[in-house]
């Protein structure tokens, strides 16, 4: 089922399976997507690393993920625009930016407990009923059904990861981090370049970093550039110093070294490959 307002917002909520699969490989421009295994093991390939869901896990996925199924039995997704709902300009309310949605280079997963179960079913009931409901009403009751399954999803990702631990003056500095990373690195490719936005010190991000994340700084920057250099060596014909460049290395000897440090083979030779 899909929803298509007047302003090209859109949402889609779709049961799928083997007969509809590609449904997930499909873009959306500036989309965002939620995955619920609700049946059986469901086998995701995920910017080239498979991930397996058990029944009852989320996926959260934005629309720079490159992903497909590889075996499904029966997964529910629900997939937005920015034009349908924004959680940049919602976060104070859902807490999804640097949560559900940390960035392309994370994959974030949450399970449902037992407990919380029935709340999610009936949420998808009334989502399903509230898509074939076609009046003036309609755009606000999905929105408000989209927002209340962010809402839970938040919730329980935030509790199981433990997020909260943190004070939440620190975790809005991470989640600022990781969206500034998203946005400029390409461009920027330091820690003290993200301290300057950010008005702190690399000693103070490292610091930060270290008690709420088992990564540096450092590592979510080359992780970011790594990921986009897989993904175009991966899914375009674009030369590999070309890729470099797109990718902020002034020359391609300094890329083909960094990607051979991190994957174990020369871009050359992962291009081949896959």
């Known amino acids: 089922m899909e929803f298509k307002g007047k302003d090209n917002e859109y949402l889609l909520l779709e049961t799928v399976t083997t007969t509809n699969s590609h449904l997930l490989k499909q873009s959306l421009a500036q989309g965002l997507t939620l995955a619920w295994n609700v049946a059986g093991p469901a086998v995701l390939r995920i910017d080239g ?5 058990q029944t009852n896990q989320i996926v959260c996925l934005t629309d720079l993920h490159k992903a497909e199924v590889v075996q499904v039995e029966t997964l529910r997704v629900v997939r937005f625009n920015r034009s349908f709902f924004c959680v940049i300009d919602h976060d104070s309310e859902v807490g999804c930016k640097g949560v559900l949605f940390f960035g392309a280079s994370q994959v974030p997963m949450l399970s449902i407990p037992e407990v919380d179960l029935e709340k999610f079913e009936l949420l998808w009931r009334m989502f399903s009923i509230e898509m074939e409901s076609y009046d003036s009403l309609q755009i606000d009751m999905l929105q408000m059904m989209l927002k209340r399954l962010l809402i839970l999803c938040t919730r329980l990702y935030k509790e199981q990861k433990q997020v909260d631990k943190m004070e939440h003056g620190n975790l809005d500095l991470v989640r600022e981090f990781n969206f500034l990373v998203e946005t400029h690195f390409k461009a920027k490719h330091t820690v003290a370049e993200y301290a300057e936005l950010l008005n702190r010190s690399p000693k103070t991000l490292s610091n ?3 008690q709420f994340h088992h990564k540096t700084p450092l590592q979510i920057i080359q992780e970011r550039k790594l990921l986009e250099a897989r993904r175009l060596l991966r899914y375009t014909d674009k030369a590999v ?17 960094f990607f051979k440090t991190k994957e174990g083979i020369s871009p050359t030779e992962f291009k081949q490959k896959v």
């Open 241 to 257: 110093k070309e890729i470099a460049y797109e990718t902020g290395f002034e020359d391609v000897q300094t890329f083909s070294r």
């Open 49 to 53: 690393v498979t991930h397996t869901l």
């Open 208 to 210: 930060l970093f270290a």
